[in-house]
């Protein structure tokens, strides 16, 4: 069974830095493309980023792209988030899911992100 | 970018009943690329349907997804208890992939 630990979540001010981390086995990680969910308190899911099983190709939502950064250490089976100049709109269950023929087939349990001061 | 609109927002309705969930995207969705996924409180969202009427593994066949092009359709053809819970559409044909606002299926 796939099993996906996210960790690094927490509170941090305004205008600060997180760098989350998602710690996969249990499944041949350099294969498969790896993606970052997040969902704010009550609402919906909003998709974050995706990279390719080689960590070469790398994709952002609109709204985030110069604040965050996805990465992958395939060598330690570890999929990272670098968060910057985080804001209270931020604030969010940030999951981490394995990508199966593009959807997310596998998702980890989530780590909370709470920016505020 | 695709916008999704679910509906309805909310499903009242009791066990054994046919549930009926619709999504409907902005322009057409690439190759198809439409996942369902099923959320409960607390929990992580799971994977029910993929390339819009591919079942992912281990789901029951009473969840069954059709649909192509900029209208799909979600189908739960007979409640059961455990799957009163919030369900989302999710295009991933296109980048930025987007989401449903989400259908809340509740027991009547």
């Known amino acids: 069974e796939v099993q996906l630990l996210e960790s690094g979540g927490g509170l941090v001010q305004p205008g600060g830095s997180l760098r989350l981390s998602c710690a996969a086995s249990r499944f041949a990680f350099s294969a498969y493309a790896m993606t970052w969910v997040r969902q704010a308190p009550g609402k919906g899911l909003e998709w974050v980023s995706s990279?390719?099983?080689?960590?070469?190709?790398?994709y952002y939502a609109d709204s985030l792209k110069g604040r965050f950064t996805i990465s992958r250490d395939n060598s330690k089976n570890t999929l990272y988030l670098q968060m910057n100049s985080l804001r209270a709109e931020d604030t969010a269950v940030y999951y981490c899911?394995?990508?199966?023929?593009?959807?997310?087939?596998?998702w980890g349990q989530g780590t909370l992100v709470t920016v505020s001061s | 970018e695709i916008v999704l609109t679910q509906s309805p927002g909310t499903l009242s309705l009791s066990p054994g009943e046919r549930a009926t969930l619709s999504c409907r995207a902005s322009q057409s969705v690439s190759k198809n690329y439409l996942a369902w996924y099923q959320q409960k409180p607390g929990q992580a969202p799971r994977l029910l349907i993929y390339a819009a009427s591919s079942r992912a593994t281990g789901i029951p066949d009473r969840f069954s997804g059709s649909g192509s092009g900029t209208d799909f359709t979600l189908t739960i053809s007979r409640l059961e208890p455990e799957d009163f819970a919030v369900y989302y559409c999710q295009q991933y044909g296109s980048s930025p992939w987007t989401f449903g606002q989400g259908t809340k299926v509740e027991i009547k």
């Open positions: 899911a394995k990508e199966f023929l593009g959807a997310a087939s596998d």
């Open positions: 990279i390719s099983g080689s960590g070469v190709s790398t």
